[in-house]
């Protein structure tokens, strides 16, 4: 079946470069390819390969497959000759991208802005929870009025998103969780909802059906007695396994489990990875420590390393075949990495405000989960922020970073422990040196 789908998409103008050793495939795009057709081969090769092997596309824009734009080589500082077209104007990535280059001007109206708006809206509806985990941002009585998520949504779909995450706290305390998700759903939203599922009673599971496409489900520990250290509350474990069961039954396809990563964790990968496994999850994803020095003082478990992220990536891939499929799921720099292990990190797209923006409970946006730097009152104010425009023109990224080709996916690490180390745009303390 691959080598069938390869075939195609040489004979659709795509050169393919597979190090199967190395876990990576190089695409380029023939100078005169047909845009449409090259366009439409590229995706079944994306997702047969993306998993397990980190991609990256080259000769063409990242215009040409907006949604796939992480994958597409465009350095800053290339030189040229280079062309703006109509989708650069309100491209995400004008700042970083040198524009179209005279082979792709005919096909122009091929080409589509990548992120003129985030792809995700995620709503913190409340920052109350039921459990104590040891990795928590902190817990307050702060609460999303009903209204202000409804402007939220009703804003998010004006502007063409299309992803709408559910999130606390727990969102399950919050009165107008259904409310909320009903409304989604009418307006075309594929609904994400990330809960710690203790409170997901089978009658509560029935009240969500069909309101929840995609779930994550929070897992401190894989074992009982590290489950009840880091949640704080004891007996919790296998009330994870049976919302899982009540999730698919409502009609989630997909439910992951989501852990910070801790030195029990790294320690005991593998048990635990099969214990994630047998609990029904699709996929375990693994968060780097996002947590202050005060935090990370009170539970010194968090206290991981550069290294021990390495040895946990290495790990990661082979084992998607025994269960769930193991992810590096926020910011970490590639070149921290060994190559081999690239493809099981996702980078910091997903954070730091590159495609999605978190309302927080206070009514306020913010890039990412743990921040504290809000942005506006509105998503279009806060998308077009100072700020975000800095970070996506990435100028700020060290001359390495800018020539490399794993940019797009890598994005320089996380602002989060950069501005720990002294500077939100300096380099992240992981970087390769």
Excluded at 75 to 104: E, S
Excluded at 355 to 370: E, F, I, Q
Excluded at 396 to 416: D, E, T, V
């Amino acid at each position: 079946m691959l080598e069938a789908l390869l075939l195609a998409a040489g004979e659709a103008g795509l050169g393919l470069e597979l190090d199967r050793a190395g876990r990576e495939l190089k695409i380029s795009f023939a100078a005169g390819a047909d845009p449409a057709r090259a366009r439409a081969a590229l995706y079944p090769v994306l997702a047969a390969l993306e998993n397990n092997f980190m991609v990256l596309a080259g000769g063409a824009p990242a215009c040409l497959a907006p949604d796939a734009f992480e994958h597409f080589t465009w350095p800053l500082g290339a030189r040229g000759p280079f062309a703006r077209v109509r989708a650069c104007g309100p491209c995400a990535l004008k700042g970083r991208c040198p524009g179209v280059t005279r082979p792709w001007l005919a096909s122009a109206g091929e080409l589509r802005p990548v992120l003129p708006a985030p792809a995700e809206l995620v709503l913190e509806l409340n920052k109350r929870c039921n459990l104590a985990c040891r990795a928590c941002f902190g817990r307050t009585d702060e609460e999303l009025p009903v209204r202000a998520a409804e402007r939220a949504l009703r804003e998010a779909a004006a502007l063409g998103l299309r992803s709408a995450r559910f999130t606390g706290g727990e969102p399950l305390l919050y009165p107008g969780l259904e409310k909320l998700l009903r409304l989604a759903k009418k307006l075309g939203f594929y609904t994400l909802l990330n809960t710690n599922g203790v409170l997901l009673t089978a009658p509560r599971a029935r009240a969500l059906r069909g309101l929840v496409d995609n779930a994550l489900l929070s897992l401190p520990g894989a074992e009982e007695g590290a489950h009840a250290f880091g949640s704080g509350r004891p007996r919790t474990l296998r009330l994870k396994a049976e919302a899982v069961g009540r999730l698919r039954a409502a009609g989630a396809s997909v439910v992951r489990a989501g852990s910070v990563i801790s030195r029990p964790l790294v320690k005991n990968f593998s048990r635990w990875h099969a214990a994630v496994g047998r609990m029904g999850f699709d996929i375990w994803e693994l968060y780097r420590p996002m947590m202050t020095e005060g935090a990370l003082a009170a539970a010194p478990e968090y206290r991981v390393t550069k290294a021990d992220l390495a040895r946990l990536a290495r790990a990661a891939g082979p084992l998607r075949r025994d269960g769930a499929r193991a992810v590096l799921a926020n910011p970490v720099p590639l070149c921290a990495l060994p190559a081999r292990a690239r493809p099981y990190a996702l980078g910091a797209r997903f954070d730091d405000g590159w495609t999605r923006l978190v309302l927080d409970a206070s009514g306020r946006y913010k890039p990412s989960y743990p921040s504290r730097r809000f942005l506006g009152r509105t998503l279009a104010e806060a998308w077009n922020s100072p700020f975000l425009k800095k970070t996506r023109a990435a100028r700020w990224l060290p001359r390495a970073c800018r020539s490399c080709p794993l940019l797009g996916a890598c994005l320089g690490g996380s602002r989060f422990q950069a501005e720990r180390a002294g500077d939100v745009f300096g380099p992240d303390p992981w970087m390769a040196r």
